[in-house]
């Protein structure tokens, strides 16, 4: 399970600098477009965002149902009482 939620982490930190890439660059094609400034712009960090969202939802939903079928506890601070 630990390699499952690190394989989760990473994607989401993946698919952010893969967006962070494309901020930079501009967001443009790598055509012959690409120096037109005039050119419609691609959707490519828009996309990458959307997936780090999925990740991170994908990645809580399959923690929450680790939970609940047994297969991790919770590890916090003992309760006083």
């Known amino acids: 399970m630990k390699y499952l939620v690190l394989a989760g982490f990473v994607a989401i930190i993946g698919s952010l600098a893969v967006a962070l890439v494309f901020m930079l ?6 055509g012959e ?3 037109n400034p005039d050119a419609p712009r ?3 960090m828009a996309r990458a965002l ?14 929450l149902i680790s939970y609940w079928m047994g297969w991790i506890q919770p590890t916090g601070l003992p309760l006083k009482g």
């Open 25 to 30: 660059r501009g967001d443009r094609g790598a």
């Open 33 to 35: 477009d690409a120096t």
């Open 42 to 44: 691609n959707n490519h």
């Open 50 to 63: 959307a997936f780090r969202v999925g990740f991170s939802i994908l990645l809580f939903v399959v923690v």
